[in-house]
Structures are given as structure tokens and as C-alpha cells.
């Protein structure tokens, strides 16, 4: 029996999903698989964990887990269950790739999809649970997509044996040809708020983020209240309309407009400025509860619901309304108007991210501004108003060459919905798309999944090491293409992982046995440690020397991403300005000193990354010294967590290397450097650039530039690295991201 809170209780029963318990429950009894779809905030992630414990799921030897494609989803969601259900963390728990608070106890299990892939490894009839759920499938994550085909199989295997397990698929928008096989659909009707769509007239091109700012200066003066959520396409671009937000909007917690702060003609002004504003208020069209079109809005209907208030349309009542639109122009301060603003994105610390669940502060509106996360992972509550950009910023990985880059593209219009939903949770809503109805008629139907766009080397890899030999066979429920999973091959088989194919043999006969290389022992070693094969490979390597800890570290710092603070950010305040120039000088001088001297230099930006984890280890990895360096904290830990971890997979490989983690270490020595050189060429053995030679003779767009042999065009060491001044005659690198220019990172000789 589950003693929930009245209060949670009561909140429980408004969710859609508790509605249908029965039937859901009912469909998980008489099938083994079962797809459950429902509308974001419709209750499915933290509600159906819940019914499958009280229907007894977990009260045998078996325990329930569920699979979040983000790490924010699974710990937050987790936390939340136990609270719901009255709960310690020990019983309802989570588990993501560096952390953990799982028990002898815990019952329900909460973990990224990558966790229980790597159990699959363990155990592949996971015995262990009684019933999974694979959440948020819609996002069709490459690890979710694997474990589906995976679990298909596994499901009726466990039946077999007389140990039944339930498979449920649960997801927001799906598409449902995709999940094939003993499926039984249940959409949770969307019982959401309706929400009144507006395109713009016109689509800005360039300065979005421009146009997202006026538009929520707009709303925030304009309508009644109620949370803001817009969407943007990355970091910098969050940050920068947060900056303008807070100067427009300036909310000062407490201490807010004390009497000497205020200025007595200002706040005169203010009055007769909010009387004013108390007048203009639109009031939003009146939305029939029973008679709503629910997203997504039919064809052509967008331009009879965006002529209620299209702002581009000329003399529309709307646009006499919002009359006095600031223009082109910076927005006036107003202190009057106390906006709440908050960033979301998922390099943001933790404890940050937590803060757009809270309530905002009496008195002023939220308003968070974010990145896709949260089109459907994290419900914020209290949005009424969304504003939409209608991008996203997506890596594209060139299949041929491995360049990678990020592009910012239109998004996909079952996302476009999605964002649009987050409006209507708790009352009617708005949602306002920064560009045109024939733009949005243009966006693909649905987003791809990820599996189709990105190298997966990584997976080959780990399924070979389950023993699925003809990957190509593998029941995806969408393959990936025929190419990646080649050069996938590939690379495993020059990184020894998998056996050379016999070398006889028509095209045809060796193309499929290319396919179908079985695994080494090697290739096992490498499959147990948690990154991509060719840093795995270098941790199998690493046992020359004693170089183990260094190579620990050098993955742990080359995997974890973005370890250096982003400091070229748009112009802020003077005195930001000023901070961030010191800081870029600080940072600049401390990269030097990491570097070190002598043969370590050879190591270039890979001494860079060991030196700044050495030295942030040194002053016990704290928050100051990561700030006061230029590191970012956040991944400063998620580097002492990994190299926690990856010791201890070490050790399991190999026992006797004996291991323990030693945060501080020594320099390495000049023949560990020349060791830890080798390994690393030995993991990037295809990542070899040579300068060129008798540039004065090439075109100048080949000055200082480097050939690889995979790309016609130059690559170049970025202003940033160790050997941007060097200029060594090869180098090898980790990988060429385009940029401005087509850079190396992670570069060493
Ligand atoms: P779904 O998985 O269908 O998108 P969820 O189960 O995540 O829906 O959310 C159901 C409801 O629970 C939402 O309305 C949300 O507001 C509420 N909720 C979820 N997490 C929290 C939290 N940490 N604090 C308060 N309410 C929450
Ligand atoms: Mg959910």
C-alpha cells in the first residue's frame, strides 16, 4: 500500500493517465509488450511506475525500471516519484552513467537508457526486473532505439523461461509504424489545455533571437499573467537574451527598489506608465473549452487563427494594441515590471536547472528561456505562454570525412507541436512561432531518429560484444544506414576489436562478411569500458609503464564534453566585459602553464586537459577554482566521477594492474609521454594530419593549414590550442569540428 500525501493525491487525479489506470494496467496484464501514447504532462512518466508497483510488479524478486533518454529526466523524475509515493530514494532510485543512489532496496529504478544497455552486457535476459519502461521514445535516442529491438526479443525470451517480464514503450508523439511487432497502442487522450497558435507574417532569417526578445518584451507588458517558455538553439544564444531580459526587466530579489534606489520622477513615471499599460491590456480571444482544435493545427488553418493576432499584419487591431513597439530598438528599463528569468540547457549545473520548478518570486512573471530541453522531457509549471524560434542546433556528422559540425536547422513540426503544448498545462495557452504558417508547412513531419545521423562505431561494438554477429539483421526500428554501419566495421576492425575478414572472395562475399566479423578478445575488453571504441582502446593500451592513471584521465578529459568555460560570449555590461577579458587572460596563462615543458609539450592540448584536471584535482576540485581557471564545473566532476569509474572497469579487466584512483599525480615522465603518445595514436591512428608543404606555391587559403587524407580542403590548429604557435610538421587529432574554419581539436605530435 502506498501512503501518498492528500495534497499529491489530489494533483494525481487531474492527470490524464490516472484516468485510464485500468485500461492500462489491464493491456500490461494480457500483453508482453505494450506502447503507451500519450501527450507530454499527461502523468505516463510519473504515473505508470507508479501503477505497476501497486498492481505488485515489484513486490517479488523483480524490481520495475524505467529508461530516460537525458540524465536531468532520471534523477528528477526519480526524486519525484519517491515524493509522490511517500517513498525513501533508497526504494525509488536512480542510476545515470557517473552516479547513483540505488539500494538493496530500491523497487523502482529510474536510469539513462545507456545504463541498462550496459546491464543488457551483464545480463542479457535482465532478470533482475519484473517490468521496463522505455520512456520518451519518441525521442528515438540511438540507445533507445537498440534497446527496443532489443528488448523485443528479450521480452518473449524471459516468457519462455516461465519468468515473464513487461515491456512498456511509452512516448508523446509517436510514430507508430515505427515500433513494430506485438504492439498494442493506448494514446492517454490529450487532456491539455487548449493552446492558440500565432505565426509570424514574416520569418526573420537572421536575427531570431532579436525577434524573440521583442516578442517576449512584448507579452511581458501586454498580457495577463503567466509563465514565459521560449525556445532557442543553444548557450550562447540563451544567454544572451537572458542578459537583454534582466537589463529590460531587472528584478532584484529582497532588497528589490529600496526608497534610495528609487528615483522619485522615475517611479512617477512608472505609475502613470503602468496606468497606462493597465488600459492597453489585451484581452486574449475567448477559447471555447468544448470546441478547441487540438494541436497540431490542421493545414491551413494556421492563417485563420494567425490573423487573430499576426503582429507583422499591418493595421491589424493587435498591432494598434501593441502600439508602442519599441522597434528596432533597445527596450527601456523598466523596473516596474519584475520579469523572473532563468536559463535552461543541459550543461547548466544541476542546481540551477532545479530552479525553473520552483514558483517564481511573489510579484513577478517567469520566464525560462531554453534550449530543447524542455520540448517534452521536463515539464515547467505554469507556462501559458511560449514563444518558439523553430530551430534547433543539431550535430551533423560528415559520414565520409567524420568532420563534425553544428548547424542550426529548422525543426521538425510534430516538434514544433510539442514545444507549442507546453503552453496549455495548467490553462489555456499561447503559443507564438517566430516565423511563417507556409515556413512551418515546409518542416519535416517528424524529426529523425538519431541512429540514422551519427557514427555508430560505439554500437556495432557493443552489440558484437552481445553476440548479434550480423548487425545488419538487427531489428532496428530504424537502421541505420548501410554506410555508417561499414565504416563502423571498420574502424573496430583497425582498432582490433573485431577479426579481419578473410581477404578472398568475390565483392559481394567479402561485402558480407565485412558485416559480419565476430569480435576479439580485445574487442571484449574494449566493449566493457563505458566510451567509444577508440578510447577504449586506449585504456586497454594503458597498462605499459604505469601510464594507466594518466590514460584514465586523458579519456575521462577527451569524453566528458566541453571541459573549458565558453568565455567568447557577446558583449554584455562593462564590467562583465571586463571580468570575462580577465578571465580569457587567466585562462590563456593557465593553459601555458599546463602544458608544461620540455617532451610533455608534444602532448600539446592533450597535456592541456591532464594538467587542468591535475591542478583542479590539486585544490580538491571546487567550484572556486573551476571558476577562478576558466573549467567548467560541472564537467570537472563529471571527469572525477568518470575516472572513479573507469578505474574500476579497469580493474575488473584486469585485476592485477591493481588500481586505486589517485586524484593527484605527477607529471608524467618523458617516457610516459612517449607511451602516452603512442596509445593515443594508437586510438586516432586514421586522425592524422600533416602540414603542407611549399605552401608559397598553393593557393593562400592553404596557409598554415594541415592535409588530411580523408579531406580535399586544408584543416587548421585553433587559435586556442597549445600548438597553435608550433605548427608541428604531423599531428594527430582527436576531431575536426567546422567551425568558421574547419578546425582540429584535441590536437598532439
Ligand atoms: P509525462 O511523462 O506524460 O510528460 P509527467 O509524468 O512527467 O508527464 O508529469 C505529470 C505532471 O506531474 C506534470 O503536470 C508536472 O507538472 C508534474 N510534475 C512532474 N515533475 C514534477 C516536479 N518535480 N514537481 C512538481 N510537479 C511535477
Ligand atoms: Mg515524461
Not at 525513501?88 to 545507456?114: A, H, L, P
Not at 494541436?295 to 494567425?306: K, Q, W
Not at 548479434?468 to 539483421?473: A, L, Y
Not at 615522465?669 to 592524422?688: E, P
Amino acid at each position: 500500500p502506498v501512503g501518498r500525501r492528500p495534497e499529491i493525491q489530489e494533483a494525481r487525479l487531474k492527470l490524464p493517465v490516472l484516468a485510464e489506470e485500468q485500461v492500462i494496467m489491464e493491456a500490461v496484464r494480457e500483453n508482453t509488450c505494450i506502447v503507451l501514447c500519450g501527450e507530454t504532462g499527461s502523468g505516463k512518466t510519473t504515473q505508470v511506475p507508479q501503477f505497476l508497483y501497486e498492481a505488485g510488479y515489484a513486490s517479488g524478486n523483480g524490481i520495475i525500471g524505467i529508461t530516460e533518454p537525458r540524465r536531468v529526466a532520471a534523477v528528477s523524475m526519480s526524486h519525484r516519484v519517491a515524493k509522490e509515493m511517500n517513498l525513501s530514494t533508497r526504494v525509488v532510485s536512480y542510476q545515470i552513467r557517473y552516479e547513483g543512489n540505488v539500494t538493496s532496496d530500491t523497487k523502482i529504478k529510474f536510469m539513462t537508457d545507456g545504463v541498462l544497455l550496459k546491464e543488457v552486457q551483464k545480463d542479457f535476459l535482465l532478470q533482475k526486473y519484473s517490468a521496463i519502461i522505455i520512456d520518451e521514445a519518441h525521442e528515438r535516442s540511438v540507445y533507445t532505439d537498440i534497446l527496443i529491438g532489443l528488448l523485443s526479443r528479450i521480452a518473449p525470451l524471459r516468457k519462455k523461461k516461465g519468468r515473464p517480464m513487461k515491456l512498456l514503450v511509452m512516448s508523446a508523439t509517436l510514430r507508430i509504424e515505427d515500433f513494430t511487432e506485438n504492439r498494442k497502442l493506448f494514446p492517454v487522450e490529450a487532456r491539455q489545455f487548449p493552446v492558440t497558435v500565432h505565426f509570424n507574417k514574416r520569418t526573420p532569417m537572421e536575427d531570431y533571437t532579436g525577434e524573440a526578445f521583442h516578442k517576449i518584451c512584448k507579452i511581458h507588458r501586454m498580457l495577463p499573467p503567466g509563465g514565459i517558455l521560449v525556445f532557442l538553439t543553444g548557450q550562447a544564444e540563451v544567454h544572451s537574451v537572458c542578459r537583454r531580459l534582466r537589463k529590460a526587466f531587472p528584478f532584484r530579489p529582497r532588497r528589490a527598489v529600496t526608497e534610495e534606489e528609487e528615483e522619485p520622477d522615475t517611479s512617477e513615471k512608472t505609475r502613470q506608465f503602468k496606468k497606462a499599460k493597465q488600459k492597453k491590456t489585451v484581452s486574449l480571444p475567448r477559447i471555447d473549452l468544448d470546441n478547441y482544435s487540438a494541436l497540431p493545427v490542421d493545414e491551413g488553418d494556421e492563417d485563420r487563427l494567425a490573423g487573430i493576432d499576426d503582429e507583422e499584419e499591418e493595421g491589424s487591431d493587435l498591432d494598434l494594441e501593441f502600439g508602442d513597439d519599441p522597434g528596432d530598438s533597445e527596450e527601456k528599463t523598466d523596473p516596474s515590471l519584475p520579469l523572473y528569468v532563468l536559463p535552461l540547457y543541459s550543461l547548466l549545473a544541476p542546481e540551477q536547472q532545479a530552479k525553473v520548478f520552483h514558483p517564481p518570486p511573489t510579484g513577478t512573471r517567469l520566464c525560462v528561456v531554453a534550449t530543447n530541453v524542455a520540448e517534452t522531457s521536463l515539464t515547467i509549471p505554469g507556462v501559458k505562454y511560449v514563444v518558439d524560434c523553430g530551430r534547433i542546433k543539431k550535430r551533423f556528422y560528415d559520414r565520409v570525412t567524420g568532420v563534425s559540425s553544428f548547424k542550426v536547422t529548422w525543426t521538425s513540426q510534430a516538434s514544433a507541436n510539442q514545444r507549442a503544448g507546453r503552453a496549455g498545462r495548467t490553462e489555456p495557452g499561447h503559443c507564438y512561432r517566430l516565423y511563417s504558417s507556409a515556413v512551418f508547412g515546409d518542416f519535416s513531419e517528424f524529426s529523425e531518429a538519431e541512429i540514422t545521423r551519427r557514427p555508430v562505431d560505439d554500437l556495432v561494438l557493443q552489440m558484437k560484444d552481445l553476440n548479434i554477429e550480423k548487425v545488419v539483421n538487427f531489428p532496428f526500428p530504424t537502421p541505420p544506414p548501410g554506410e555508417a554501419l561499414v565504416s563502423a566495421e571498420q574502424l573496430l576492425v583497425s582498432l582490433g576489436a573485431l577479426e579481419e575478414p578473410p581477404r578472398t572472395g568475390r565483392l559481394k562475399q567479402l561485402e558480407r562478411a565485412r558485416l559480419s566479423s565476430p569480435i576479439t578478445p580485445l574487442g571484449r575488453a574494449m566493449a566493457s569500458f563505458p566510451v567509444a571504441p577508440r578510447y577504449a582502446k586506449m585504456l586497454a593500451l594503458g597498462k605499459q609503464q604505469d601510464c594507466l592513471p594518466y590514460v584514465i584521465t586523458l579519456v575521462a578529459a577527451m569524453t566528458v564534453r566541453e571541459i573549458f568555460e565558453e568565455l567568447d560570449r557577446p558583449a554584455g555590461s562593462e564590467e562583465e566585459n571586463s571580468k570575462l577579458a580577465q578571465k580569457r587572460a587567466r585562462l590563456a596563462q593557465m593553459r601555458r602553464l599546463w602544458a608544461g615543458q620540455g617532451a610533455s609539450l608534444q602532448l600539446g592540448d592533450l597535456m592541456v586537459m591532464l594538467g587542468a584536471v591535475g591542478a583542479c584535482e590539486f585544490a580538491g576540485c571546487t567550484p572556486k577554482f573551476s571558476e577562478d581557471n576558466g573549467l567548467r564545473y560541472k564537467a570537472m566532476l563529471e571527469i572525477r566521477r568518470l575516472r572513479g569509474q573507469l578505474t574500476t572497469a579497469v580493474n575488473a579487466v584486469c585485476p592485477e594492474a591493481g588500481l586505486f584512483l589517485d586524484a593527484r599525480m605527477a607529471p608524467p615522465t618523458v617516457s610516459q609521454v612517449r607511451y602516452l603518445r603512442q596509445i593515443v595514436l594508437a586510438g586516432l591512428g586514421d586522425h592524422l594530419a600533416r602540414r603542407v608543404q611549399a605552401e608559397e606555391l598553393l593557393d593562400p587559403k592553404w596557409r598554415n593549414g594541415y592535409k588530411t587524407p580523408l579531406l580535399d580542403e586544408p584543416v587548421f590548429i585553433h587559435p586556442s590550442s597549445a600548438l597553435f604557435k608550433t605548427l608541428p610538421e604531423f599531428v594527430v587529432y582527436q576531431e575536426v569540428m567546422e567551425t568558421s574554419k574547419m578546425y582540429m581539436r584535441g590536437i598532439c605530435f
